[in-house]
């Protein structure tokens, strides 16, 4: 069974410059998440889909950063324009149901 | 919102040592989640707790979901060097999505 694809793998880019990540989750898995993981950090939740539905993102800082989940299946996140502070690896986790999450690789971004 | 605390923050052992660590929540979970990360990479499940009490092992890694419901520990029998990496602990926040610890950094001197 493939497991969670998320790419690009790295990404470097100057401050007020826009990037995007894109993920594919496990076939069947209706939950998507996206992680922010700073260095040095435990993983912290940006935003949770439910198919193609958005079931909470209070913690994605919505004035630059969005996300997508069209078809329900895989999913882009962007952030417009990044900041020095957003350095850090975007992880994207799939689940069959609310439960035992499935990560992928994850995407480092760094902000110079 | 809910937090978890996990200590040691870091530990160094000798190859051959058991481990043991530990996580804590300041309120009521049903599920527990255990994470090993290494450089580079994503989480990856080790072992997964559903009930008070539950004692659930993984090869040479054991868990147990502990009884007051608000932490959860995990030991390593016999380290050996590819035991090296962040363990992170995870538990429903509000029962919709994960919340994970800060980890425990795992050195395994040869």
């Known amino acids: 069974e493939a497991g969670v694809a998320q790419s690009p793998r790295y990404k470097i880019i100057e401050k007020r410059q826009s990037v995007a990540f894109w993920c594919n989750p496990i076939s069947g898995h209706a939950t998507l998440y996206w992680y922010q993981q700073i260095l040095g950090q435990g993983p912290k939740l940006l935003i949770q889909f439910q198919n193609n539905g958005v079931v909470d993102d209070s913690q994605l800082p919505k004035d630059r950063f969005s996300a997508e989940r069209l078809k329900g299946v895989d999913s882009t996140l962007k952030i417009q324009p990044a900041k020095l502070e957003d350095s850090a690896v975007y992880l994207c986790a799939s689940s069959l149901h609310t439960g035992e999450l499935f990560f992928g690789e994850g995407s480092r971004l760094t902000v110079l | 919102g809910q937090q978890l605390n996990q200590s040691p923050q870091s530990m160094f052992i000798q190859e051959g040592e058991d481990v043991s660590m530990n996580c804590t929540s300041s309120s009521i979970f049903n599920t527990w989640l255990w994470y090993k990360q290494d450089p580079g990479e994503g989480p990856v499940l080790l072992i997964a707790l559903y009930k008070a009490g539950e004692l659930t092992s993984n090869g040479r890694l054991t868990a147990q979901f502990g009884i007051t419901r608000k932490d959860s520990f995990l030991n390593i029998s016999a380290s050996i060097p590819s035991d090296v990496g962040i363990y992170f602990c995870?538990?429903?926040?509000?029962?919709?999505?994960?919340?994970f610890g800060p980890g425990t950094r795992l050195s395994v001197l040869p």
């Open positions: 995870a538990g429903p926040s509000y029962g919709q999505n994960f919340v």
